[in-house]
């Protein structure tokens, strides 16, 4: 079944031409993506707090967080709410329904320079989204973001990075630095999982061992130390995560650690495989890491 379109909005109205010209044709704007569930959302201040800082340091202004909560709320409240069709009646109890009666959507909202300094919120509300399950392949990439410190709309090189690893076979892209640092991917945090035993299950110190694993002790992760964004998940999971930590990771030394993951507002996915470095399965990483994840509390919109 198709996919409908995202319900959009620019400050509180129905987007029209005149509210999207400006930013279709400068391209010039910051944005931040985040899950809805039953109307709330994991590390909401997070995404708040990013919106504000990016609006100070690109157009000197900073944002109010109960207008920015004010602006999505009357998205979600708003969007319409799809036809039935033969598969999901009216009277189902699995209908499909809009984010205004179950409370679950795709919420972006972007902010972009509008005439006389001034800024514009644009909100737009689409279905769900929920992580990968089957393990990532990427394919290292040199095509690091630029002002990769801020999520921002100049996505061209991300769309076309990911493009070039579709093509090689792989999923997405691993953005990697001119002297070979790992960065990011084109739309997640990744990170590694190390106990300092390169063979058996990484999280078994963490979720206490399974059947077989060969582990030295309880899993650190380690993010990248290299441009790239720090991301709302990634910090959601760094504030639960004792001894978690950055530091440079070489491209070529990747079989050092015994799991990776990549994080970002979808949740936790995990790789299989980076170039020729394989990963072996890590399911009780995997699982040890969502656990966390899982115990963020959902804040009101």
């Not at 319900?7 to 899950?35: F, I, K, S």
């Not at 393990?135 to 095509?143: E, I, K, T, V």
């Not at 070039?164 to 792989?170: C, I, K, N």
Request: net charge neutral.
């Amino acid at each position: 079944m198709e996919t409908p379109s995202p319900h959009v909005e620019v400050d509180a109205r129905p987007a029209g031409p005149a509210d999207l010209r400006r930013l279709a044709l400068t391209n010039d704007g910051h944005v931040t993506t985040m899950q809805v569930r039953a109307g709330r959302v994991r590390g909401l201040a997070l995404h708040l707090r990013r919106l504000d800082q990016a609006n100070q340091e690109l157009y000197g202004t900073g944002l109010d967080p109960d207008l920015l909560r004010d602006r999505i709320r009357h998205a979600l409240a708003t969007t319409p709410t799809p036809a039935p069709t033969p598969a999901t009646p009216a009277n189902a109890a699995t209908a499909t329904q809009g984010p205004e009666r179950r409370g679950d959507a795709t919420v972006r909202v972007v902010v972009f320079p509008g005439a006389n300094g001034a800024v514009h919120v644009l909100v737009s509300v689409g279905a769900p989204a929920e992580p990968a399950v089957t393990p990532l392949r990427l394919s290292s990439l040199c095509a690091p973001r630029p002002f990769p410190h801020l999520k921002h709309v100049g996505t061209f090189g991300q769309l076309h990075s990911a493009r070039l690893a579709r093509r090689r076979g792989f999923d997405d892209a691993l953005l990697v630095t001119a002297d070979g640092l790992v960065c990011e991917t084109t739309v997640a945090n990744i990170g590694f999982l190390t106990t300092g035993d390169r063979t058996g299950d990484a999280a078994g110190g963490a979720a206490g061992g399974a059947a077989g694993e060969n582990v030295a002790g309880p899993a650190t992760v380690i993010w990248p130390q290299a441009p790239m964004l720090t991301g709302v998940t990634m910090t959601l999971l760094d504030e639960r995560l004792p001894g978690s930590r950055r530091e440079p990771v070489p491209l070529a030394g990747l079989g050092r650690f015994q799991a990776a993951f990549v994080a970002n507002g979808r949740g936790l996915a995990p790789v299989g495989r980076i170039d020729t470095t394989t990963f072996p399965a890590a399911p009780a990483a995997v699982a040890a890491l969502a656990q966390v994840y899982a115990a963020v509390p959902w804040d009101e919109i």
